[in-house]
């Protein structure tokens, strides 16, 4: 046990997963530094390991992009025991859901209107169009199905980010205690 009364697991504590805009890296940091141990972020750790930004590599084709992605997700899986934030499409890969499996895997399911009104004044390259909004919408429309497929249990990630923290470690130890 830990001092915040979970057990410790192989691999992360807790996955996060989600569409650009719902909170996981806010949440992430937040939920590491209540359960006392160290965050990471999947995006953030491509951009370190290859020393290019994540737009540099989807100019090589999205497909070389989700390759690597799902390598250092692999390595992070096995290799990270805190609190891991996965990028939003991280989860499209299936080779890389299957490597999901075991573990906690939290859905921040964020509105589209709210989720949004978090990007809109981002540069992400998936929100280069003329009606940038409607693109919003539909992916995530298309995409959730696939984060609650992925998803051991899903989170509202409307609330303040310690208040989604909290519930995530509620949920948590829920699950641990059925184990």
Request: aromatic share 6%; charged share 25%.
């Amino acid at each position: 046990m830990t001092d915040s009364g979970l057990t410790d697991v192989r691999g992360p504590r807790v996955v996060l997963i989600g569409f650009m805009g719902s909170g996981k890296s806010t949440v992430g940091q937040q939920l590491a530094r209540v359960l006392g141990c160290e965050w990471k972020d999947s995006d953030i750790e491509i951009e370190r390991r290859s020393g290019r930004t994540i737009p540099e590599i989807f100019a090589d084709g999205e497909e070389v992009f989700r390759e690597y992605e799902r390598r250092v997700v692999a390595d992070l899986l096995s290799t990270h025991t805190g609190v891991l934030s996965l990028g939003g499409g991280a989860v499209l890969t299936p080779s890389t859901r299957d490597l999901l499996a075991g573990h906690p895997v939290v859905y921040l399911e964020v509105a589209a209107d709210q989720g949004f009104s978090r990007v809109a004044n981002s540069s992400r390259p998936l929100l280069k169009a003329d009606d940038p909004k409607q693109v919003y919408r539909d992916l995530l429309a298309k995409r959730d199905p696939i984060y609650r497929d992925a998803a051991t249990f899903v989170v509202d990630a409307h609330p303040h980010q310690r208040v989604v923290a909290d519930k995530i470690i509620t949920q948590l130890t829920e699950q641990e205690a059925t184990q």
